[in-house]
């Protein structure tokens, strides 16, 4: 496999193996997990997102969320069983006026950007940089499209915050990959996800996912979760574990939950399904999904300035909604469809970007600050800043 021959050879992956012991028939040796990561020492001294924007080929093939399995003493080598959504990135709208004012593709600015793209006046140096290669990478994705004879539809999905949460199906074994923070496990069902090869520290995300998963599917018909497991035998679900914590920022209330979004194909280089497909998807096999919602006109945007007014007018709009209303803020999703298209099956998710909201970002910079603090002299507990700010 091509991908697995990059993962060996690449000096940016860090990989956690462990074999894991089993009796199925077949893998009389067990098995071994290899989580795939990125590996801290390619840095050097950048962020991961400067790292990622800088390199779109890692980008690409490194997702957040990466694990194959093989068997122990076994032929044909490892199999690809999970794969998350690219990394990707806030938004700055009035970079991206300004990038495709510098590729020929837009007007000379008429107004000033609102705090997620005025860049000259909230942003400076590598952040700047940053922010204005992202807004690049969506200018060339975009342009693609619109040279293909493509119109962009978007889609602004609720950006829930939390633990990222994966679920896929290795039909070898008939057990789940269940998985958080890039920790996966294998389970067939909820008894397996006490087996002693999980109840190491580092699993405790993982199994949090698996139990709610097992819950979700114990409420579905046979019907429905049959259909997951033919689906996700080639395909990741990937979602949010949220509640039950006061170390985020949006109150989900003391219960953990799974919330889904979006589903990866584990042999295509689109980034995941379209939205609509996704949340059909999930919400026919009955399974909880965020908030979501198309924006911009309704055959997609065909020009620069469609989607750069409907940009606006979503960053506007982020920026004024309360945190008790909108959270963390949400995820836009870039999907090229062919001009005049009604059936969606051609449709290609070519991008996606984060938008915050004003409070999320303000309380983010103060939690920080007091952890910053907290450091340095002890005496300050984050919770209770969380705390404070959810009273006022």
Request: net charge neutral.
């Amino acid at each position: 496999m091509e991908l697995w021959r990059w993962v060996q050879a690449s000096p940016a992956v860090h990989l956690v193996s462990r074999q894991v012991p089993t009796a199925l028939p077949g893998f009389p040796n067990g098995l071994v997990l290899h989580d795939v990561g990125l590996a801290r020492s390619r840095l050097r001294g950048r962020s991961e997102e400067t790292l990622f924007v800088e390199d779109p080929v890692l980008a690409q093939r490194l997702r957040r969320g990466l694990s194959f399995a093989e068997t122990v003493g076994g032929e044909g080598g490892p199999t690809l069983i999970r794969r998350g959504l690219p990394k990707f990135f806030d938004l700055d709208v009035e970079a991206f006026a300004n990038s495709l004012q510098a590729t020929g593709l837009g007007d000379p600015l008429s107004q000033p950007g609102c705090f997620q793209g005025d860049v000259s006046a909230q942003n400076s140096g590598a952040e700047q940089k940053l922010r204005q290669q992202v807004a690049d990478s969506l200018v060339q994705r975009v342009s693609d499209a619109w040279r293909a004879g493509r119109r962009i539809l978007v889609s602004r999905l609720e950006k829930a915050n939390g633990e990222n949460a994966q679920v896929s199906y290795m039909s070898a074994t008939g057990q789940w990959v269940l998985c958080s923070k890039n920790v996966s496990l294998l389970a067939s069902a909820p008894s397996e996800v006490s087996l002693p090869q999980w109840s190491d520290h580092r699993y405790r995300f993982a199994r949090h996912v698996a139990e709610l998963w097992f819950d979700q599917l114990g409420r579905l018909e046979e019907r429905g979760r049959e259909a997951l497991r033919e689906a996700l035998a080639a395909r990741t679900l990937v979602g949010e574990l949220v509640g039950g914590s006061g170390a985020h920022l949006v109150d989900y209330g003391a219960l953990r939950s799974l919330r889904w979004f979006a589903v990866v194909p584990h042999d295509s280089p689109e980034a995941c399904w379209a939205p609509s497909r996704s949340l059909a998807f999930l919400q026919g096999a009955g399974l909880p999904t965020v908030a979501s919602e198309q924006i911009g006109p309704a055959t997609g945007c065909g020009s620069p300035s469609e989607l750069l007014g409907t940009l606006r007018a979503a960053s506007e709009a982020a920026e004024a909604a309360p945190l008790a209303e909108a959270g963390e803020g949400f995820v836009l999703y870039f999907v090229s469809v062919p001009e005049g298209a009604v059936d969606l099956s051609a449709a290609s998710t070519v991008w996606l970007g984060k938008l915050k909201t004003a409070e999320y970002r303000l309380l983010r910079r103060v939690c920080e600050k007091a952890k910053h603090f907290a450091r340095g002299a002890g005496c300050i507990l984050v919770e209770d800043v969380l705390t404070e700010f959810r009273r006022e």
